[in-house]
């Protein structure tokens, strides 16, 4: 298992970002996600230019995202469709942050 830290994390977010198979740990998920959270909170401070900024580092992060998040689902033996799961109203977000806070299961792991 590869134990990411902070800027290591982030990197392999930006290197990977059309990478589609293979997997993500807790931290190559949660890190670009504390990462984007704190960029985002920095740009709110600029007023209404910081708004536009804030939707263009969005639009900048958006395969990327779904990329790692599809990569995380895989860690964790589900689907990478399971990230649709997030169009669901209000529960469907809490359950996906409940599905990236899993731990990871081996591979050739049967539910």
């Known amino acids: 298992m590869n134990n990411y830290t902070f800027l290591e994390a982030v990197k392999a977010f930006y290197r ?7 997997r993500a740990t807790r931290a190559e998920y949660w890190y670009p996600v504390l990462y984007m959270v704190i960029v985002a909170c920095v740009l709110a401070l ?3 230019f910081g708004v ?22 895989h860690d964790i033996g589900k ?12 529960i469907g977000g809490i359950w996906f942050i409940v599905l990236c806070a899993t731990p990871t299961k081996e591979p050739g792991y049967q539910a």
């Not at 990977?16 to 293979?22: A, I, S, Y």
């Not at 536009?52 to 689902?73: D, T, W």
């Not at 990230?83 to 209000?90: D, E």
């Open 79 to 90: 689907s990478g469709w399971w990230i649709l799961i997030n169009l669901v109203p209000f």
């Open 46 to 48: 600029f007023g209404k």
């Open 16 to 22: 990977n970002w059309n990478n589609f198979d293979g």
């Open 52 to 73: 536009i900024l804030s939707y263009a580092f969005s639009l900048v992060n958006l395969v990327p995202s779904i990329a790692v998040g599809i990569r995380r689902m």
